[in-house]
């Protein structure tokens, strides 16, 4: 339907590219709200109707602001999809350094036991500087690790979501 073969895999993986992206975008965008001081119902009923409507907003957003983070689809899936899709850019010599950061959003969510979360539950390990105290509580601690061999320094972030 989509072209030779293996086109159909690609355009799931386009969908999976999207879809991880634009999840984000409404986490970055409700944490953005929020802080502003703005009413989270109505900024995903007024933004929901205009260029930035998407199934992330419009159905994903108030779960949640519901705090319901069951699964339409397993972060665990998500995950997988993505691994593909990364795969398949490294065959292509392709850099998608959104899509890398969101992974490594999920895999942290996996770490403290996520996997079986539906993909709205990114919102708890987005951004340290998150405080949505009404949507949950996150514990968060930034640890620095010296690579000494290789002269890397990474620093990653640990969560304990309550």
Do not use: W
């Not at 900024?43 to 992330?56: M, Q």
């Amino acid at each position: 339907l989509m072209g030779a073969a293996g086109a159909g895999q690609n355009t799931k993986l386009t969908n999976q590219i999207v879809i991880a992206s634009t999840l984000h975008g409404v986490v970055e965008g409700l944490i953005f709200a929020y802080k502003s001081g703005l009413n989270l119902e109505q900024i995903i009923n007024v933004i929901g109707s205009g260029a930035a409507t998407s199934f992330s907003l419009t159905v994903l957003g108030p779960r949640i602001l519901k705090r319901d983070l069951g699964p339409g689809f397993y972060v665990e899936h998500f995950i997988k999809d993505m691994d593909l899709a990364l795969a398949e850019c490294r065959r292509m010599n392709l850099c998608l350094p959104g899509l890398a950061l969101v992974r490594q959003f999920y895999e942290s969510l996996v770490a403290h036991g996520g996997a079986r979360l539906g993909t709205q539950a990114l919102i708890p390990v987005s951004y340290t500087h998150l405080t949505l105290p009404t949507i949950y509580s996150v514990q968060i601690s930034v640890v620095a690790v010296s690579l000494k061999k290789k002269n890397i320094i990474t620093a990653f972030t640990v969560y304990k979501i309550y």
